[in-house]
């Protein structure tokens, strides 16, 4: 192999070489955990993971979460996106200000939200001062599930929704003005220019969002350990559960296959959904 050609391996060689100690080993080691029992293939941990009492809970608490959340972050992503491309000044300023949440941890972005609602949180103490309510008034119990669902969501689409948004910005600002304004002048209300012309463009780079922020809220945990602990248990919950409370690693590292399989069918799901004919590449 000649010089140059041997160059582009030689730069991607040192991201191989990190990818493969940091991930691809530890990703065998944990099936293999998983798979393992006694010293030898059983399916005994997976066994163990589908009697856990709350592992049901667990499965249906994830997706619900993923579900609500997911395209709520999208939505809320894309209309910002699309307002950032109409500020004329200040523009770094504003998404730099939406991306603050970025920079807080899951669990410090759980306790601010929790902080705002519970008992005697901040909208119990303004309901109570308004007169709207006689007391303080319980959210985030195992007896008000609805509740309890809806602060966890928002305060994922308050903590994640700037990851989608830092990729769908990127993106709409590599989309061509001459579409939409040829599109204008074809008589396309400003509704249609956006579905018909910014939304296909724009393809490649919510389906990146997409597969980005599903494979994260797959792994949520903190901000739900925070806002729910025990009672809103999710996959993480019960893999740290397993590994931590009761010791039980080949448990832990089920769940964690789990995880993993769920992230690589919903990736397999975007990549099908989403793919893009190279005819609508810009």
Known sequence: MRRGAATPYLLIAPATVFLGVLFVVPLVQTAALAFRADRSFSLSNFSTMVGDINFNDAIVNTFEVILLAVPLQLALAVGMAMMLRHVRHGRDLVLWIWSIP??????????????????????????????????????????????????IVAAELWRATAVVLVIVAAGVQLVPKEYAEAAEVFGATPWQRFVQVTLPLLRPSIQTALILRTVLAFEMFATVLALGGRNFPVLMSQAFNAQYSQQDYGVAAAYAVLVMAFSIGATLVYLRLLRTPPAQLP
């Open 102 to 151: 970025l920079g807080i941890s899951d669990l410090a972005a759980g306790l601010v939200w929790l902080a705002i609602l519970t008992d005697r949180g901040y909208i119990n103490s303004l309901l109570f001062h308004l007169g709207i309510i006689p007391g303080p008034q319980s959210w985030l119990t195992y007896e008000t599930p609805t509740t309890l669902l809806i602060a």
